[in-house]
């Protein structure tokens, strides 16, 4: 079955900064900085005539990028100058910090701040197998605030430890509007899937809350499926264009951005969406119009923007993104998925319950399985069924897995190290602040 990448080849042709491969309609969408006549191309140019002499029996849709000119590349949307003016109130120096407002590293113009509060999981995995950096006194378990490489990060450039302002410098920021410290970066290079840097978070100074959007928001975290994201509207809060929404036009494509100094590098399972941004963005967290969090915006062009996908953000840094501060729960208890006021209904019915060590007892009867993750797709409330999503490690074999009292099979590769499936759970009619959910599994088999 195509993909994607084997389409990247027309990277090469003039004018091509994007592609991305349709699955379900088979067409190929190629990106251009400018559209220009089929006469006017030298054949290793014109990619129908490309597809076509690869004998591929696809649709070829060309799309204009509104460059006017011959490019590289898309602009990575916080290495431009001069920045925009911003939206009102985003230069303001905020306290404590929301996503979205002016915020970037104190030598660097100006960005975006994003997601708040994403909790580390291993820096040292993190660093050994997805090619993640972190500072050596970053621990498990420590808060972070997300934005992009080179909002935080300066495109590689930054060593660890670099200031963060808020508001940026562009906007007024100096070294009394310092807010964390370059902590954690995946570096910009040919292949990766994410723009995306942390910076340290300090709890009593940050807020959980995205400027401008509603205070319920996020209401979860897209992690899968990201194919059937195609023709949905998403909405960003960033520094210059404020809160502005678009519809998706591709899910998984490659592209090609100019970091400046840094240089164009590919970038694959791309979102791009239509124009909703412009310098000084970058960074911005992008949702759907319910609430999910589904990308973090790093690129784009007069009639595109480009995000990646959040959960690549979460898989290549090494973190978890959560729905709420820790210790906002109503009861006291520090129950991450609750928050007090803006996350609870009229009858103050917690929304979402999105974590799992402090809201969910865990009994796994072996020490084969380890249960990672479990996420909700859907709002908790009382008497309603959603669907939980539990992602399991352990070796290679066959496991049965139960989340309350739902039971089935989960097999982990004799190449995979870890393995995710999907049940129903039931919320207790009677349910009030919280809800405990029982997780149980074990080996059945064990793959040769």
Same mark, same amino acid.
């Not at 660093?127 to 934005?147: I, P, Y």
């Not at 660890?160 to 009394?176: H, I, T």
């Not at 979860?220 to 499926?225: F, P």
């Not at 020490?367 to 539990?390: K, N, Q, S, Y």
């Given at each position: 079955?195509?993909?994607?990448?084997?389409?990247?080849? +027309?990277?090469?042709?003039?004018?091509?900064?994007?592609?991305?491969?349709?699955?379900?309609?088979?067409?190929?969408?190629?990106?251009?900085?400018?559209?220009?006549?089929? /006469?006017?191309?030298?054949?290793?140019?014109?990619?129908?005539?490309?597809?076509?002499?690869?004998?591929?029996?696809?649709?070829?849709?060309?799309?204009?990028?509104?460059?006017?000119?011959?490019?590289?590349?898309?602009?990575?949307?916080? %290495?431009? &100058? #001069?920045?925009?003016? =911003? =939206?009102?109130?985003?230069?303001?120096?905020?306290?404590?910090?929301?996503?979205?407002?002016?915020?970037?590293?104190?030598?660097?113009?100006?960005?975006?701040?994003? #997601?708040?509060?994403?909790? @580390?999981?291993?820096?040292?995995?993190?660093?050994?197998?997805?090619?993640?950096?972190?500072?050596?006194?970053?621990?498990?378990?420590?808060?972070?605030?997300? $934005?992009?490489?080179?909002?935080?990060?300066?495109?590689?450039?930054?060593?660890?430890?670099?200031?963060?302002?808020?508001?940026?410098?562009?906007?007024?920021?100096?070294?009394?509007?310092? @807010?964390?410290?370059?902590?954690?970066?995946?570096?910009?290079?040919?292949?990766?899937?994410?723009?995306?840097?942390?910076? $340290?978070?300090?709890?009593?100074?940050?807020?959980?809350?995205?400027?401008?959007?509603?205070?319920?928001?996020?209401?979860? @975290?897209?992690?899968?499926?990201?194919?059937?994201?195609?023709?949905?509207?998403?909405?960003?809060?960033?520094?210059?264009?404020?809160?502005?929404?678009?519809?998706?036009?591709?899910?998984?494509?490659?592209?090609?951005?100019?970091?400046? &100094?840094?240089?164009?590098?590919?970038?694959?399972?791309?979102?791009?969406?239509?124009?909703?941004?412009?310098?000084?963005?970058?960074?911005?967290? @992008?949702?759907?119009?319910?609430?999910?969090?589904?990308?973090?915006?790093?690129?784009?062009? =007069?009639?595109?923007?480009?995000?990646?996908?959040?959960?690549?953000?979460?898989?290549?840094?090494?973190?978890?993104?959560?729905?709420?501060?820790?210790?906002? !729960?109503?009861?006291?208890?520090?129950?991450?998925?609750?928050?007090?006021?803006?996350?609870?209904?009229?009858?103050?019915?917690?929304?979402?319950?999105?974590?799992?060590?402090?809201?969910?007892? %865990? /009994?796994?009867?072996?020490?084969?399985?380890?249960?990672?993750?479990?996420?909700?797709?859907?709002?908790?409330?009382?008497?309603?069924?959603?669907?939980?999503?539990?992602?399991?490690?352990?070796?290679?074999?066959?496991?049965?897995?139960?989340?309350? &009292?739902?039971?089935?099979?989960?097999?982990? !590769?004799?190449?995979?190290?870890?393995?995710?499936?999907? +049940?129903?759970?039931? %919320?207790?009619?009677?349910?009030?602040?919280?809800?405990?959910?029982?997780?149980?599994?074990?080996?059945?088999?064990?793959?040769?």
């Amino acid at each position: 079955m195509p993909s994607t990448q084997d389409y990247e080849y +027309l990277l090469e042709c003039e004018n091509v900064i994007g592609v991305d491969y349709d699955d379900e309609a088979n067409r190929v969408t190629v990106f251009v900085s400018r559209k220009r006549p089929k /006469d006017c191309l030298a054949e290793k140019d014109d990619v129908e005539k490309r597809i076509a002499d690869a004998g591929d029996d696809v649709d070829v849709e060309v799309v204009d990028s509104g460059y006017d000119e011959e490019r590289e590349g898309f602009d990575a949307l916080s %290495v431009l &100058e #001069p920045v925009p003016e =911003a =939206a009102p109130g985003r230069t303001d120096r905020h306290r404590p910090v929301p996503a979205g407002v002016s915020e970037i590293n104190a030598n660097s113009t100006a960005g975006t701040g994003g #997601p708040y509060p994403a909790r @580390v999981e291993d820096p040292d995995v993190a660093s050994d197998d997805d090619g993640a950096v972190w500072r050596d006194d970053v621990a498990a378990g420590d808060l972070v605030r997300l $934005s992009n490489n080179h909002v935080y990060a300066r495109s590689n450039a930054a060593d660890l430890g670099e200031a963060v302002l808020q508001p940026s410098p562009e906007d007024g920021g100096d070294g009394d509007d310092r @807010v964390g410290d370059l902590v954690g970066y995946v570096p910009v290079e040919d292949g990766v899937r994410v723009d995306v840097a942390a910076r $340290s978070a300090d709890p009593e100074r940050e807020s959980a809350t995205y400027y401008e959007l509603e205070d319920a928001w996020p209401t979860g @975290v897209r992690r899968e499926n990201y194919a059937d994201l195609r023709g949905e509207t998403v909405t960003k809060t960033g520094r210059t264009t404020g809160v502005s929404s678009a519809p998706i036009e591709a899910t998984g494509a490659s592209v090609r951005v100019d970091f400046g &100094e840094q240089g164009v590098v590919t970038l694959r399972e791309q979102l791009v969406a239509g124009p909703m941004s412009e310098p000084g963005d970058s960074g911005s967290p @992008v949702f759907l119009e319910d609430g999910t969090l589904v990308g973090l915006l790093f690129a784009g062009s =007069a009639r595109q923007t480009i995000c990646n996908r959040i959960a690549n953000v979460e898989a290549e840094l090494g973190v978890e993104i959560l729905t709420a501060e820790p210790g906002s !729960g109503s009861d006291g208890t520090g129950d991450e998925g609750d928050r007090e006021g803006p996350n609870e209904d009229e009858d103050g019915v917690p929304v979402s319950v999105t974590t799992l060590d402090r809201t969910v007892s %865990v /009994d796994l009867e072996t020490p084969e399985l380890t249960l990672e993750a479990l996420h909700f797709d859907g709002e908790l409330r009382p008497g309603a069924t959603v669907d939980a999503t539990a992602t399991v490690a352990g070796a290679p074999g066959e496991y049965w897995l139960e989340i309350a &009292e739902e039971r089935t099979t989960v097999p982990i !590769g004799a190449d995979e190290d870890r393995a995710a499936t999907t +049940l129903p759970v039931s %919320v207790p009619d009677d349910a009030t602040e919280s809800v405990t959910i029982r997780v149980r599994g074990g080996p059945i088999a064990t793959l040769e």
